[in-house]
């Protein structure tokens, strides 16, 4: 083990600069000690490292740092109580319970107006703050980066060692900058930005770098929307995603329950301020993406990478660089029963998904209800509407955004993960055809051989309406 270094000459980064304020100690075989400022569980695997924990006799450090809720297993339908569809369910929320009332633990339990899914709990509650190190055991805990925080998945072990030290073991990620140039179009946002990005460099075009996010585009973005576009940064094969805090990110976060209050938020507010690149910093990495002309994307295949505009067609895996890619291509297309030079656009649904971390906040429902209202669904479509937090649904129903959706045709749910992903036990039917605003089109993600269309809010509305894929500008 060896001291903490000087620090580096010339320019640095915003990861560069969170890197050293948490940085504890270097250790041996190029592995770094850290601390954690904040730990967030949910029940499919936070009860179980709890119950680890106390398995060998380890105490959690600092109980008030560590939060939990219930979101990726629990029943979203209305009038749910404590049961779950997915088969011995009912002991992960159990467990978690134990776990965390015997630990000292904050939970946003069923019941609690605070509920949601963790990486729009966090967020709202003012947990997440600019400049603060926060794990979670969930791939997309890099959504909260968008706050300007370094925040990143880890494993069940992996939050044990976090529970009981407020440190993990890591190796220092390598740095990349992406700049998304010029204004948005009309009717496409940070969804599509995203979905652009990985089908240009790849879904494993960050390489597990920490990729900061930056550009006039992203500047223009509402917080919510710089979530959007960190959450999906894991799809990138980054190890996490941020954008530098600025005057919004200060107003989003301003009054938060678990915010900084009174002259200690005038303190922080200073020392985020100062939590951005320098004008000379040097990444590993470097591309640029210019949004001025993006069209609403869509995903035809099984991976993120997989996606065209709206208006354009299944290319040809003929095209691509290398045999490996083509094998890719045509396995995926065989999966989804589509064909090269098919249009996306016209392409029959079955169902249309509106929810998930990605996108189920407030500004998201205000964006497919405003396509929505005086709208119906079409026929034989099934649509379902899953706020991401119990918060965002009590938002959203002061301001009949749920009637909005009942009226058009939608089921209207309470919050959770509900159907990005099947644990929860609810599922798409055999081959259904979905069009989704979930971060994972894979096989089988939202049931058995699901054919799964990732887009934005949106888009998933126009494509509710239109019983088939749509481009969503013709309707704004």
Known sequence: MSATPA??????????????????AELDEGDSLVHIDRVFLHERTGGVALKALTEAGHDVRNPRLAFATLDHIVDTFPGRNDHTLMPGGESFIRITREQTAQRGIQLFDLGDLRQGIVHVVSPEQGIVLPGATVVCPDSHTCTQGALGALAWGIGSSEAEHALATQTLRVVKPRSMRVTFDGLLPHGVGAKDMILALIARDSASGAQGAVVEFDGDAVR????????????????????TGLVAPDEATLAYLEGRPFAPQGEAWQQACSAWRQLRSDADARFDAETRLDVSRLA?????????QHAVGVDAQVPQPSTAADAATRH????????????PGQPLAGLPIDAAFIGSCTNSRLSDLRAAAALLRGRKVAPGVKAICVPGSTQVKLAA???????????????????????CFYAGGESFGLQQRVISTTNRNFESRQGPQTRTHLASPVTVAASAIAGRIADPRGLL
């Open 7 to 24: 620090p580096p000459a010339g320019g640095q980064s915003l990861f560069d600069k969170l890197w050293r304020q948490h940085l504890v």
């Open 397 to 419: 129903e002061a301001e009949g955004l749920h009637q909005v959706f009942l009226d058009a045709g939608f089921d209207w749910r309470e919050a959770g993960c509900s159907m």
């Open 328 to 339: 890719a291509m045509d396995k995926a297309l065989a999966y989804m029963d589509l064909r």
């Open 296 to 304: 609403p994307m869509v995903t035809w295949g099984t991976s993120p």
């Open 220 to 239: 223009s973005l509402g917080i919510e929307a710089r979530m959007t576009l960190c959450n999906m940064a894991v799809e990138f094969s980054a190890f």
